[in-house]
């Protein structure tokens, strides 16, 4: 008998607590070491065995991915079932991240759905299968799939399990402008600046940096001031760009604080999210 039970698995936003571009490598991909980390805000994906594959789009930024005939939650799926059969799924995915704006929210919507169908067809989420399907989707699908702190290295995909900052008020903010992760890339300076440190999480991620923020924010002006607003707040532990931007996030020693700074960055134009760190 057909199980028709509906899986739902969160896909939580990815931050870079750091970002460190090595070198560009000869197959056009960048050599990375970046703190991955993950918060409690993100998309929903409910899946569900069915007759026929169907693909449904909800949540505040579905608008923006409306229309779309291609997209990583259905490559995914099709990739699970070639590798672990299946059948057909209903998928409806839940759109409360802005799209491509540097944390995750398509890579952790292709890990979610992976993660769903594991669930539904009894597939461990350690199989190696699982995590050369998140491989071959993107680089940061295995980060997201792993769902963890965690240091990656090579395109990000090689992953070291960390532990600490489980629990940090967050606060992110985009400033509601797109940028091109290839453009952010073409314009890194191609200057090896170091490795990430070694030790304390905290204290490693804020004596990092993220090598692709300063290119984006020449391409895209407006993430300057979201900085300087998040850096400026009291209680601040770290502010930094995600990813290739635009979102920015910004770390507190209090959920005071946090909210504090959340209720002063409120802007029209300006999209916000209180959370935590898993």
Not at 22 to 31: F, I, L, N, P
Not at 112 to 141: E, Q, W
Request: proline share 5%; glycine share 10%; aromatic share 6%.
């Amino acid at each position: 008998m057909q199980d028709l039970r509906t899986v739902t698995e969160p896909a939580r936003a990815k931050l870079n607590l750091a970002l460190h571009v090595r070198h560009r490598r000869a197959d056009g991909y960048h050599e990375l070491e970046t703190l991955f980390a993950f918060v409690e805000h993100g998309d929903i994906v409910r899946v569900t065995p069915a007759e026929t594959d169907s693909f449904t789009l909800i949540g505040p930024f579905a608008a923006v991915l409306a229309g779309e005939g291609d997209n990583l939650v259905m490559r995914a799926a099709a990739r699970f079932r070639a590798a672990f059969g299946g059948g057909a799924h209903a998928i409806e995915l839940e759109k409360h991240l802005p799209v491509a704006s540097g944390i995750g929210g398509g890579s952790a919507d292709a890990a979610a759905t992976l993660r769903a169908l594991a669930a539904l067809h009894g597939v461990d989420l350690a199989d190696p299968k699982l995590f050369a399907i998140a491989d071959a989707l993107g680089s940061d699908v295995p980060a997201c799939l792993l769902g963890r702190t965690a240091l990656g290295r090579g395109r990000g995909e090689q992953l070291e399990p960390l532990e600490g900052l489980a629990g940090t008020p967050t606060l992110l903010v985009n400033p509601g402008v797109g940028v091109s992760t290839a453009a952010v890339f073409k314009a890194w300076d191609g200057i090896d600046h170091g490795p990430i440190g070694e030790g304390d999480l905290l204290a490693v991620a804020r004596a990092g940096r993220n090598d692709l923020e300063p290119p984006a924010r020449a391409i895209a002006p407006a993430i300057d001031a979201v900085l300087a607003a998040l850096a400026a707040q009291p209680g601040v532990l770290l502010a930094r760009m995600s990813g290739s931007g635009a979102t920015c996030f910004a770390l507190f020693e209090s959920d005071a604080a946090r909210d504090a700074a959340a209720a002063a960055l409120q802007r029209p134009e300006w999209w916000l999210a209180t959370t935590r760190l898993c």
